[in-house]
């Protein structure tokens, strides 16, 4: 009877979401019907939903913010994997913010709540057989789900020096961050595959409770941050509507922290930064089958420009992370590692069009192989390489579309090369 009620609380849910999506839908074609004889003021407004009659500007005013946004995209493998073949997917998002010095005079205090919406299929498993962290899309979940995301309050001290963050948090919001690969679609330039696939802590899609404080004065190039959050995030399927995870001693906790400066070097601005990630949650032992406790990942990572425009912002970017776990009993992969450039601007007319390269590279480490081929699974190749070549293309203040083509060498679990091609439309509601 419990199983059922559950069901039948998932399936209202879901009704209620996909109601509140059909409404937005139908303000914004409203909005863009009252538009239509002006279509150079439609497509100069700031976001396709414009003011929503004025309700958003009152909201701004008294301390609420309100974003939305969706990204539709569609995947085609033409060669190698499991199977050629084209997949669909779309990822919604709905993000509200309370500014509480607004609202109740409190200096500083605000509160974030985001609810995420996927619909599609999973291009990569169907199509691909790679690494579930190299997903060819970094929006690829393993089932349609709606989702509350994250929830928590966050406190701003000495002049924002000091911010900290409670609630229910993603890791991967804050942590394993680069300003250049963030760029690239595949999931594995932004949660370092050393991490994603060895500890069920809170990242993309599913979220968990946690605590974050980072120091950042803006006077000094210096900053660091940490995270300590439950270490089983819970399921990524679509009765987990946000809430599917564990506390507690048994499940452990995982620590993330980071620290870094920023410099410059022959004039062009940099920022160096190291990582560890920690956690003493039951961990499979790939030699013997069993479990034990504790995991530990080191990374290091490097944002550079190369080449600036004469405001002084990059025209070239390079990125490089590199990620090692040392416990080769307890990790998938040995180490991870990847690069890439950032074109800002490559045509004259096109100032806000950004092109780029990137490769990324793992390292699979024998233990987890030989416990894949006993179990009777598919083969596990020694080593996974993905390059990506991409295009954002910035139509106007709330539309980017960005082609895509991928190479997916020696995938995880298919062992044929892969060649992939694919499109993500953004829009800003």
Request: one cysteine or more; proline letters at 4%.
């Amino acid at each position: 009877m419990l199983a059922k009620d559950d069901g039948e609380r998932h399936e209202l849910w879901r009704c209620i979401m996909r109601l509140l999506l059909y409404l937005l839908l139908i303000a914004c074609l409203a909005q863009a019907g009252l538009y239509a004889a002006n279509v150079e003021q439609f497509l100069g407004r700031k976001r396709l939903g414009g003011s929503i009659w004025g309700l958003r500007n009152d909201m701004e005013e008294a301390g609420v913010f309100l974003d939305m946004g969706f990204d539709g995209e569609i995947w085609s493998n033409v060669h190698g994997g499991i199977t050629t073949g084209t997949k669909l997917l779309g990822l919604g998002t709905v993000a509200t913010g309370f500014d509480l010095e607004t609202i109740a005079g409190l200096e500083g205090s605000s509160i974030f709540v985001d609810g995420i919406w996927y619909h599609g299929s999973q291009p990569t498993a169907l199509l691909i057989g790679a690494d579930p962290s190299s997903n060819i899309s970094s929006a690829e979940a393993e089932s349609n789900f709606w989702r509350v995301y994250q929830i928590y309050f966050q406190q701003e001290l000495f002049n924002k020096a000091l911010t900290l963050r409670a609630g229910q948090l993603a890791a991967d919001e804050t942590f394993m961050i680069s300003e250049y690969a963030g760029l690239f679609i595949n999931a594995q330039f932004g949660a370092l595959p050393t991490e994603a696939d060895n500890v069920a802590a809170p990242v993309y899609p599913t979220p968990a409770p946690g605590a974050y404080g980072e120091w950042s004065p803006e006077e000094q190039p210096w900053f660091a941050r940490v995270g300590l959050y439950t270490a089983d995030a819970g399921p990524d399927n679509s009765h987990n509507i946000g809430f599917s995870w564990e506390l507690g001693g048994g499940v452990g906790g995982a620590l993330f922290v980071e620290g870094g400066r920023s410099y410059v070097w022959a004039g062009m601005p940099g920022k160096a930064t190291l990582g560890f990630i920690g956690a003493n949650s039951p961990i499979t032992n790939y030699q013997t089958g069993g479990t034990e406790r504790g995991f530990y990942s080191l990374y290091t990572m490097v944002d550079q420009a190369l080449i600036l425009r004469e405001d002084g912002s990059a025209r070239l970017g390079a990125f490089w992370r590199f990620a090692w776990n040392p416990q080769s009993t307890r990790s998938q992969q040995q180490y991870y590692t990847d690069c890439g450039f950032n074109l800002f601007q490559p045509f004259p007319n096109r100032p806000r069009d950004i092109a780029g390269v990137a490769v990324g590279y793992e390292r699979f480490y024998g233990y987890f192989r030989a416990s894949q081929a006993a179990l009777g699974g598919p083969s596990v190749t020694d080593d996974q390489t993905v390059l990506e070549f991409t295009y954002s293309a910035s139509l106007n203040d709330w539309l980017v579309v960005q082609p895509d083509f991928q190479m997916i060498f020696d995938p995880e679990f298919s062992g044929r090369d892969a060649y992939v091609v694919g499109m993500r439309a953004s829009l800003v509601f």
